[in-house]
């Protein structure tokens, strides 16, 4: 198919057809990752600017790594360090980033919609790279490619999604995601962090995480978004350890060949014990991997590389 989308802000904007060209495009790209140089002249002479206004390491370590790989020029640029410090407003900011002919803008920011914002704002295409508490497309996306890469197709598959729900753009992604592909889609936590109308994605919710994991061919444990919540949501973290933390034991609920996964960053020991974590089934570093080739396939589909898969 034929890209015509200027950016990348949610999960609910894409087709089916999209989402799919996307996770074959990062398919065909993953292996410039394992080459021993591991670099391609798609986007010689393309500029992306990082702009992070939230701590991360995988989300801009990733794009980062993503665009040097197609040989784009890549800036970062966070909050902290740039005029925002000053007085000057994000609009104006973005406006003057645009000035300089960048090929793709990657922005993070704790306040939901403000990518979408931009994307009004500027001509230059945006990448949502985590909006508050609304959207992580880009993690959907990389999620999706890995579930897809073990299981071949998302359609059928059952999918757990436990934890804080409620603060996690991540889970909402997710949800429409893998909904959209085909896939039944389970949600559990503790009823202060599973939003009540979280329902209308076209998700199930049980509060009790055995039942949520019967018999599933994913889990995707979340990380309690502390720095989101004013009062933590659970008495304890060894309670909520003991209640909606993964362990071994609890595992045997799900199939035995069933994928483990975690966004990241994770909490050992609280939402995930370290042999689960580690456990064979995990694709935990999986997901790291396959964010490499899933953003490289974004900028590469973004800033219009060359449009031959072979000629990558
Ligand atoms: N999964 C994820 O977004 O991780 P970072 O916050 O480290 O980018």
């Known amino acids: 198919m034929t890209w015509n989308r200027k950016d990348i802000l949610d999960i609910e904007s894409l087709t089916v057809d999209e989402i799919k060209s996307v996770l074959d495009t990062a398919d065909g790209l993953k292996e410039i990752s394992e080459r021993s ?18 701590p991360s390491t995988r989300t801009r370590v990733s794009f980062d790594i993503a665009a040097k790989r197609l040989s784009a020029d890549s800036i970062s640029i966070s909050a902290s360090t740039s005029s925002l410090v000053k007085g000057e407003t994000l ?6 980033l645009e000035s300089m002919n960048p ?10 919609g403000t990518p979408f914002l931009l994307s009004q704002k500027i001509s230059t295409p945006i990448i949502n790279a985590g909006d508050g508490m609304h959207a992580h497309p880009t993690q959907a996306l990389l999620d999706m490619m890995t579930v897809r890469e073990v299981k071949k197709d998302l359609n059928g598959l059952r999918i757990a999604i436990v934890g804080d729900i409620a603060h996690s753009r991540v889970a909402r992604s997710n949800i429409t995601g893998f909904r959209k592909m085909g896939a039944e889609v389970r949600l559990s936590g503790p009823p202060t962090m599973i939003p009540k109308d979280i329902e209308s994605l076209g998700a199930e919710v049980t509060y009790d995480f055995e039942e949520a994991i019967d018999g599933v061919d994913v889990i995707m444990m979340l990380r309690i978004q502390k720095e989101r919540q004013r009062n933590f949501l659970f008495p304890s973290e060894r309670e909520y350890a003991k209640r909606y933390g993964l362990s071994m034991a609890k595992l045997k609920k799900a199939k035995p060949d069933a994928l483990i996964m975690h966004p990241g960053p994770l909490n050992r020991g609280v939402e995930i014990t370290p042999e689960v974590a580690d456990h064979i089934n995990s694709v935990i570093l999986t997901q790291v991997t396959n964010g490499v080739a899933l953003r490289m396939a974004l900028l590469y589909l973004l800033a219009g590389g060359l449009r031959n898969a072979s000629d990558y």
């Open 103 to 112: 090929d793709v803008v990657v922005m993070r920011h704790s306040s939901a």
């Open 37 to 54: 140089i591991k670099k391609v002249p798609t986007l010689r002479g393309k500029t992306v600017i990082l702009f992070f206004h939230e």
């Open 91 to 96: 609009i104006d900011t973005a406006r003057n």
